[in-house]
């Protein structure tokens, strides 16, 4: 019996995870809020912190995202609101 590959009946719309967490050598995950980069593709256009279910993070790893933005808009790294456009 032959098995057939079915097409998907809907487009799928989720965007892929984005890995935030690092490794650290002693083997705990953490979030680093120097890496600013990364940091950006957590906010919103208006500059909020998407929620978990956008980004694919579990909830600890939302906790310690939501910290490190926080902590790089408290340094002066990230901005408090999104840009003028």
């Known amino acids: 019996m032959a098995t057939t590959t079915r097409k998907p009946r809907f487009q799928s719309f989720s965007r892929p995870k984005i890995r935030i ?7 705990k995950v953490y979030v680093d809020y120097k890496d600013t980069e990364t940091l950006k593709k957590m906010l919103t256009l208006n500059g909020k912190i998407q929620p ?14 939501t910290d490190a933005i926080k902590r790089a808009r408290f340094m002066a790294l990230l901005p408090y609101v999104g840009s003028a456009q």
């Open 21 to 27: 967490g690092k490794v650290a050598s002693t083997g």
């Open 52 to 65: 978990r279910t956008r980004i694919g993070a579990a909830a600890f790893e939302q906790r310690m995202i």
